[in-house]
């Protein structure tokens, strides 16, 4: 079992940065792929960034964020990252992180078994 807290969300003009933290709770954070999803108002959730659990961390981005978002993990700290720059007003959503076993698949909400209660993010113009 696996328990995620988001923070790091917030008003930010457009063209600015944010970090959003994700900790984790339990002692086997370093095993599970740390997923990144948005959901904004009136749309579906959707994939953003995705880290793998195994040393050195492959990576894997929407497009609409690359160049943009970099996602990390610290292991010793239990907690995932996705530093935001360059944010954009069509970044406004609520930001959720989850867990996952696999890394295949890393893009689909279906792969990931943990969920955290999402934090908000809103880009003005």
């Known amino acids: 079992q696996v328990q995620l807290v988001e923070s790091g969300g917030g008003l930010v003009q457009a063209g600015g940065s944010l970090r959003l933290s994700c900790a984790a709770s339990g002692r086997t954070f370093s095993r599970y792929t740390m997923g990144w999803f948005r959901q904004a108002p009136g749309k579906e959730r959707e994939f953003v960034a995705a880290i793998s659990s195994w040393s050195g961390g492959s990576t894997y981005y929407t497009d609409s964020v690359k160049g943009r978002f970099t996602v990390s993990r610290d292991n010793a700290k239990n907690t995932a990252y996705l530093q935001m720059n360059s944010l954009k007003p069509e970044d406004t959503a609520v930001y959720y992180c989850?867990?996952?076993?696999?890394?295949?698949?890393?893009?689909?909400?279906?792969?990931?078994?943990?969920w955290g209660q999402g934090t908000q993010v809103t880009v003005s113009s």
């Open positions: 989850a867990a996952s076993t696999s890394y295949s698949g890393a893009g689909l909400e279906k792969t990931y078994d943990y």
